[in-house]
């Protein structure tokens, strides 16, 4: 099956980004968001992104009006999926509203559409088995920022159909991304491998091992990684890594996976990371500065 029409669910950064790489394929892509406020955003967040690249010479105004009239923002569900090959949600990692959303794309999409979720770490399986199709649905795990970032995880699970793996592969390679395949384990290859670092770097900024800046460095020059573990954590969001590690150490039954204290307390009072303005660093700036933890 070709792709041809192309729905994002959630306009958020993930969802955006989502949104943004499909209308860059070529695909007539639908983005639609629960909150017209929030779609507003998602819209205004693409359009500054091309903006950025024509200003830095990375694309021209030509590439920014033929991406912007396959982008078209839908306010009704419904309308936004009826003919869709592929949807993307793309809404919070909250177990029970995903499986809302992916009830309602059950009735709504198309019988052939392959439905795919954004989830870092939940089960895919759960979220397949609120639909009647569960052969159709795949974690396709995408990675912030989704332009720039290259790697695409997808997760099948035991009822996951060939057809729809080579779909969602295809989607991924159309969007300029190299896909991996893993199975529907909590975590999955990257979400556990990334948070268990994460958290282990904060336990050792909580010991006083050294700064957080060292820290990451330590990761980024000893280690090649492309960004440390703590400003990775800020990029990604306090509260979305604070969440799977708890699915983790629920999953597994297993306290090692427990959330350090310290990401508790960021959490409970607000410091979310680079969307809230502050989180380990202080990104008001625009960059990551050191910034007290008491």
């Known amino acids: 099956m070709s792709i041809r029409n192309v729905t994002v669910i959630g306009a958020g950064t993930m969802g955006a980004g989502i949104a943004q790489m499909c209308a860059q394929a070529g695909w007539n892509t639908s983005l639609y968001d629960a909150f017209p406020e929030g779609l507003e955003r998602g819209m205004q967040r693409i359009d500054a992104f091309w903006d950025k690249g024509i200003a830095r010479g990375k694309t021209t105004p030509e590439q920014k009006q033929e991406w912007e009239q396959n982008l078209h923002p839908v306010n009704d569900m419904e309308q936004a999926v009826s003919s869709a090959d592929l949807v993307i949600e793309a809404v919070p990692e909250i177990p029970e509203l995903k499986q809302k959303v992916f009830e309602q794309l059950d009735a709504y999409a198309p ?25 159709q649905v795949i974690g396709m795990h995408f990675f912030n920022p989704v ?53 282990e770097a904060i336990r050792m900024l909580a010991d006083g091992v050294a700064s ?30 604070r969440d799977i590690l708890r699915n983790l150490q629920s999953s597994f039954d297993d306290d090692a996976y427990a959330p350090h204290p310290l990401l508790e307390r960021l959490v409970e009072e607000g410091r979310l990371g680079k969307k809230s303005g502050k989180g380990i660093y202080d990104w008001s700036t625009g960059s990551a500065e050191e910034t007290s933890l008491e």
């Open 111 to 135: 019988a052939h559409a392959v439905l795919g979720t954004n989830t870092s770490s939940l089960s895919i399986s759960a979220i397949a088995n609120a639909t009647r199709r569960p052969e």
């Open 147 to 199: 332009p720039i970032m290259k790697l695409l995880e997808l997760v099948q699970h035991d009822s996951t159909s060939e057809a729809t793996i080579a779909l969602a592969q295809a989607a991924g390679k159309a969007m300029g991304k190299t896909t991996i395949l893993v199975k529907d384990i909590p975590g999955f290859a990257t979400s556990r491998l990334g948070v268990v670092l994460g958290n």
């Open 212 to 241: 957080a800046k060292d820290i990451d460095t330590a990761m980024v020059l000893g280690y090649k990684h492309p960004m440390g573990p703590l400003a990775l954590t800020d990029l990604v969001g306090l509260d979305v890594r």
